[in-house]
């Protein structure tokens, strides 16, 4: 499934890949493998806040010692070959008022730390940088939809009262599922090697390929998941000013969704993209298609995303359940165990047994050719191999924590029952997981699902919302006919 300079930009082998599920565990494992640094640490990321706490549970650090800032700041003191360097978004203001510690500050905090922070201007105007790529010493690197930011830990437990779960002001943020991933070996390197051309285009400074590094930076206590699988690197670049772009992102979600037999599992924050929902609606059709079952946040916890994702996500989804001619499709929202809503922030894809992908792009149109995005997936190259068993353990991993509920109890049901759905029906017995999707969208939300208000699909589009119409149009006639009329 994986097709260099087609879905993805190269195919390379990775040494060890771990899964990290939860920023609880990634933040220990960044923690460990920036101790190990040695000559490099390259950073992308939408967002950055030098005050987030790597691992709040120890109170011996409470003072400042596990705060990402200070950690690179002495990593840097000790070691004086130690280079060090941030790329962030140059978010607009309103959206970098949001954030507490917007990205004006942290780069004034580094300035004069022997630390190269950047920000990087968005290409084309009204875009954002969106990959969230670490590579340490080009021979491990972190790669998924985490940001490193104050309000973003959280464990497997999501519990409702979680006393680290705060803010440097001492206030409680919601719970967050997240998954990330690291790997090392030649996908590292290449990692590496997408986050140097980035730091080329923003700076005009080339970064040299490092050679093998004396100390393994692969972190302590991460037991490798796959040894030496093939992992593809897919890409989304928007084309602007003589430059071509990439779609993998996008291409990849089509050819996956299309190789689809049994089961196609989306977990993601956005999902508004009518490309995607075309593809997926002509699935449904199919009397021996795949089921589609999809986890989203029930609520954005920002304004703009309640009126534009959320929205427009209401009207994907009901036209998803319309075009379920066989009772294949579910949509969900995961709760804490009091009933507040979890923010699911992770974008992860499993096909079958056959593909994982994690990555940083989201279900919606910017993610597929306005936005900088980096996704990495492994495919399964037989039934039963290491990859395939590593995406059916996630599988239950994941859904039996959004239930509160063993993997090994998930596992049982979805073999009784053949079903993920079925089987999350009959565990959570209504009580951790909340249907999407289910009554039919207002006519604000058909208003801005059709003109695809806050999310372009390209460059041609971003100033051009009538032209997301047309493409709007288009495809939902393709995919599902008689639903039109009601989407419209």
């Not at 080009?138 to 009262?161: E, K, P, S």
């Not at 304004?303 to 998803?320: I, K, N, P, S, T």
Request: charged share 30%; hydrophobic share 40%; net charge positive.
């Amino acid at each position: 499934m994986l097709i260099p300079e087609i879905n993805c930009w190269k195919v390379e082998r990775a040494d060890r890949f771990a899964v990290l599920m939860e920023n609880d565990a990634y933040f220990r494992a960044l923690r460990s493998s920036l101790h190990k640094a040695q000559r490099s640490i390259l950073v992308l990321g939408w967002q950055f806040d030098p005050r987030t706490r790597l691992a709040p549970e120890l109170k011996e650090d409470h003072e400042r010692g596990d705060e990402i800032g200070h950690l690179l700041r002495r990593l840097v003191a000790e070691r004086p070959e130690l280079e060090v360097r941030l790329l962030i978004w140059r978010s607009p203001l309103p959206i970098a008022w949001s954030q507490g510690f917007y990205p004006q500050r942290t780069r004034a905090w580094f300035r004069k730390k022997s630390m190269n922070f950047r920000l990087d201007r968005p290409r084309p105007p009204g875009a954002c940088h969106h990959q969230k790529v670490i590579v340490i010493d080009d021979q491990v690197a972190y790669w998924g939809g985490g940001d490193v930011a104050t309000d973003r830990w959280d464990t497997l437990a999501h519990l409702d009262d979680e006393p680290l779960r705060a803010a440097p002001s001492g206030r409680p943020y919601a719970a967050r599922h997240e998954v990330m991933g690291v790997a090392s070996g030649p996908v590292a390197e290449a990692l590496g090697e997408l986050a140097r051309r980035r730091w080329l285009d923003a700076t005009g400074e080339v970064i040299p390929p490092l050679g093998e590094a004396a100390v393994d930076p692969w972190p302590d206590g991460v037991e490798p998941d796959l040894v030496h699988p093939p992992v593809g690197i897919a890409r989304t670049e928007p084309r602007w000013r003589g430059r071509e772009g990439a779609r993998e992102c996008e291409r990849l979600h089509l050819d996956a969704i299309a190789a689809a037999r049994r089961l196609i599992y989306l977990e993601n924050q956005y999902v508004t993209a009518p490309v995607i929902a075309a593809a997926l609606a002509e699935r449904l059709a199919e009397p021996e298609g795949p089921e589609v079952v999809i986890v989203s946040t029930a609520k954005s916890p920002s304004w703009f995303d309640q009126a534009a994702m959320d929205r427009a996500r209401e009207v994907l989804l009901h036209r998803l359940r319309r075009a379920d001619r066989y009772g294949r499709f579910s949509a969900w929202a995961p709760l804490t165990e009091g009933g507040r809503g979890v923010i699911v922030h992770s974008k992860v894809s499993l096909i079958d047994d056959r593909l994982l992908r994690i990555g940083s792009a989201n279900l919606n149109n910017r993610s597929s050719g306005f936005d900088t995005e980096c996704d990495l997936a492994v495919e399964s190259e037989r039934p039963g191999d290491p990859a395939s068993d590593l995406i059916r353990r996630l599988r239950a991993h994941l859904l039996g924590h959004f239930l509160g509920v063993g993997a090994d109890d998930f596992e049982r049901a979805y073999g009784q029952f053949g079903s993920v759905s079925a089987a999350l029906e009959t565990l959570q017995r209504g009580r951790r997981l909340k249907p999407l999707g289910v009554e039919p969208p207002t006519a604000v939300s058909r208003l801005i699902a059709r003109w695809q208000l806050g999310d372009p699909y390209s460059t041609k589009d971003a100033w051009r919302p009538w032209r997301r119409e047309a493409l709007r149009r288009r495809l939902q006639a393709l995919a599902a006919p008689s639903d039109a009329a009601g989407a419209s």
